[in-house]
């Protein structure tokens, strides 16, 4: 008989087989040697208390033995010539994982990316962090993969209920992902990773007869003879590309999709968002807080970097750590040249001297009301730009970002001297205190005091807050009908992942893909 079960372990010991055997016979109440074979199926780690402890979930077989594990090996069918085709617009983890479930269905996906492949995409990187030039198509945001390409390849969610988030981690396995990610409670898969990962996953769709199509920017809707229905797109360099449906999927930095449907007369809805810095701490003051040791005392070889969530809500408005990487980098993540952004992001190994996290405040369209005058639905967009000019200005160029220490931005006064940072275009010194909207300054002033109560130590003159995060989702969502998933005025287009509003994280955007193309081959095949 095989069963499930659940044990709790020192650190030290929970790597030994001898001690998952001795565990789950006192909970099966039964003797060791009955236990025929045994398999580790999740980990995490429970440091809540000085004595740091792993849950783990085994499997055990009493009497037999376990069925061999599963060879994780991408398995596709052939959809070429002939097959319905299905146009799906931006390479991101919605726009990837949408084309591999049409191929599963028997649908042809014709994949558009304004980008370069993963590979290429970083040759590309190399301009913005040494000379602060960004390539506008090619960058931290655009580009197979999307920009959680390079943003760690956190995957953790809380996205359950949308569909089966171990198809999305197998998915990933299949195509060459460690499969420690299918045991970790919180799995990443690291930047310097990802590229290969993405690349895999474009092969299986290339072998099973889908199409590809880098550096191909979409300027224009095709639709049906009546207007009513998109059939496909059109792209800049004037080629067309045309389907069943149209799958948008292209992230919540495309700024010009939403002007594009803007003139396309295509309704869309403002909604909330975030904005706020960057914080860095030196990685061994979070371990030191979040692992109760000593600082400088060298981290158990079996812990990994210490990440930490933080949450409250202060004058009816959310602030909250977002995208938290621990032992990782602070990247410039602008996709024009007039602004500076900055986001994180960490490789597999995460051994990076520094902790950075996104420390922002929800944004309310109400918020947004001085931007509507000029700039209508898109006032949410105005206003996260207006804050990265003010960064590239007072950062003084070339993608150099504006800092201030954390015990000087409560004082409100300037840093005259920065620590050390993993941001390697370099920080200036300016009063993000004054720079950012009072609203979202004071919330983060408060909020800072509130987490150092329960993370004592987290305000230090260690640590720097860097201007400004700002892309953290996006202003604007494309609705759609809640159970066709097309958009309710326009036949034909499903909007789709982060930049449409319905997911926030590659998992969750890699679950909404999956839901659009089953959405648009359901509709589709009625009507053919």
């Known amino acids: 008989m095989i069963h499930k079960i659940d044990v709790t372990l020192p650190l030290e010991e929970s790597h030994q087989k001898t001690r998952w055997k001795e565990e789950v016979a006192k909970k099966l109440k039964t003797d060791e040697s009955r236990i025929a074979d045994i398999r580790l199926l999740k980990r995490s780690i429970d440091a809540r208390r000085k004595q740091i402890k792993v849950q783990l979930r085994l499997e055990a077989s009493v009497g037999e033995s376990l069925p061999p594990e599963r060879e994780y090996t991408p398995d596709y069918p052939w959809v070429g010539k002939g097959a319905p085709r299905l146009v799906i617009v931006g390479m991101g983890p919605a726009g990837m994982f949408a084309a591999l479930r049409a191929i599963e269905l028997g649908w042809l996906p014709v994949l558009l990316e304004r980008g370069k492949d993963a590979i290429a995409r970083r040759f590309d990187l190399a301009p913005i962090l040494r000379e602060g030039r960004v390539?506008?198509?090619?960058?931290?945001?655009?580009?197979?993969?999307?920009?959680?390409?390079?943003?760690?390849g956190k995957l953790y969610t809380r996205a359950t209920k949308r569909g089966s988030v171990r198809k999305v981690y197998e998915t990933f396995v299949e195509?060459?992902?460690?499969?420690a990610i299918l045991l970790d409670a919180h799995p990443h898969i690291g930047s310097n990773l990802l590229p290969n990962v993405v690349r895999g996953m474009r092969e299986s769709i290339l072998s099973s007869g889908g199409e590809v199509h880098f550096q191909t920017r979409v300027t224009q809707l095709v639709r049906t003879s009546d207007v009513k229905s998109v059939i496909g797109a059109r792209t800049k360099d004037g080629r067309e590309f045309t389907g069943e449906g149209v799958i948008l999927a292209t992230g919540h930095s495309s700024r010009d999709i939403y002007e594009l449907l803007v003139r396309e007369e295509v309704p869309l809805l403002q909604k909330p968002f975030a904005m706020g810095v960057r914080i860095e701490h030196p990685q061994?003051?979070?371990d030191s807080i979040q692992y109760s040791c000593d600082r400088g005392k060298k981290r158990h070889p079996m812990l990994p970097a210490a990440s930490y969530r933080l949450a409250t809500k202060i004058d009816d408005r959310g602030v909250h750590s977002f995208c938290m990487c621990p032992g990782g980098f602070i990247v410039p993540s602008a996709t024009e040249n007039d602004e500076v952004v900055v986001n994180g992001m960490s490789l597999a190994r995460r051994d990076s001297r520094f902790a950075n996290s996104g420390f922002v405040v929800t944004v309310e369209p109400e918020d947004t009301e001085p931007c509507n005058g000029e700039h209508g639905i898109l006032a949410g967009i105005a206003y996260q730009k207006g804050l990265e000019r003010v960064a590239?200005?007072?950062?003084?160029?070339?993608?150099?970002?504006?800092?201030?220490?954390?015990?000087?931005?409560?004082n409100h006064r300037m840093s005259s001297s920065l620590p050390e940072s993993s941001y390697f275009p370099g920080l200036t010194p300016a009063p993000l205190d004054e720079l950012l909207p009072e609203g979202i300054a004071n919330r983060i002033q408060i909020a800072l005091r509130k987490f150092d109560k329960s993370m004592k130590g987290y305000i230090t003159e260690e640590a720097n807050?860097?201007?400004?995060?700002?892309?953290?989702?996006?202003?604007?969502?494309?609705?759609?009908?809640?159970?066709?998933?097309?958009?309710?005025?326009?036949?034909?287009?499903?909007?789709?992942?982060?930049?449409?509003?319905?997911?926030?994280?590659?998992?969750?955007?890699?679950?909404?893909?999956?839901?659009?193309?089953?959405?648009?081959?359901?509709?589709?095949?009625?009507?053919?």
């Open 465 to 528: 807050l860097v201007g400004f995060e700002t892309r953290t989702s996006s202003p604007v969502r494309i609705p759609r009908d809640e159970h066709t998933l097309v958009h309710p005025n326009v036949e034909g287009l499903y909007p789709c992942g982060e930049g449409a509003g319905f997911a926030g994280g590659i998992v969750s955007a890699a679950l909404d893909g999956m839901k659009c193309a089953e959405a648009a081959i359901s509709r589709g095949a009625k009507r053919r």
């Open 392 to 410: 590239a200005k007072t950062g003084g160029g070339k993608q150099q970002a504006p800092a201030q220490r954390v015990t000087d931005f409560l």
């Open 284 to 286: 061994e003051l979070i």
């Open 175 to 179: 195509h060459g992902a460690p499969s």
């Open 135 to 152: 390539i506008e198509d090619s960058n931290y945001c655009f580009g197979e993969g999307g920009a959680g390409t390079f943003s760690d």
